[in-house]
Structures are given as C-alpha cells and as structure tokens.
C-alpha cells in the first residue's frame, strides 16, 4: 500500500506542479503537494483560478509610489542627499532608508 501511495505521488507531483505554473502559482509547493497528497492536489490545483502576476513592493513603499530614480554620479554629495532628502518628504522612501542611503554617501566620499 506504501509503494502505491508513493508510485502516486511521483505521478501527480509533476502534474501538479504544471498545472501551478500555467496558472501563476509557486510550482514547487503544489509539485510538493501533488507528491503528498496524490490526486486530491491535482483536483484542487485544477478548481482554482489563474492567478494575476504581483508587483512587489519594497520596503514599505506604497504601492503606488514611483520606485526612486537612479541619481546620476556628476551630482554633487549635497546634491544627492538633498534628492534622497525628496525622496523621504514625498514619502516614496522611509526615513530608515534615507539615514541608511545618506551614511552610504558619506562613507563613499
């Protein structure tokens, strides 16, 4: 009874696994799922819909914040701290970042 358990597991973990992935899910977990729990996995993995893609958000940023613009390099380290420093006002950043970026900028120079 266990070689027939594990012999369904090998066989549905893959399935499982391309179904997840034809529908945006993490692949490796449902292939995980599929060896563990055999066709019940395929039939749930097959019920759910297709998932959107997601954004990621860093560092607490809100979603809808522009990600911070690459300060070009002939700026002055006035310059780029009074950036970041806009940055930070427009709530884009946080103040951790900031402190952690402007220390970055006065140990390079």
Do not use: H, Y
């Amino acid at each position: 009874m266990f070689l027939v358990a594990i012999f369904f597991g090998i066989i549905c973990a893959p399935i499982c696994a391309a179904i997840a992935k034809s529908k945006n899910r993490d692949a490796g977990m449902w292939g995980l799922m599929g060896f563990l729990f055999s066709f019940f996995a395929v039939i749930a993995i097959a019920l759910m819909g297709k998932r959107e893609p997601q954004s990621v958000v860093i560092s607490g940023a809100a979603p809808s914040a522009t990600p911070a613009q690459p300060v070009a390099p002939s700026l002055s380290l006035a310059e780029e701290i009074g950036r970041w420093k806009e940055l930070l006002d427009s709530g884009a950043i946080s103040d951790e970042e900031f402190a952690a970026k402007k220390t970055e900028l006065l140990t390079r120079q």
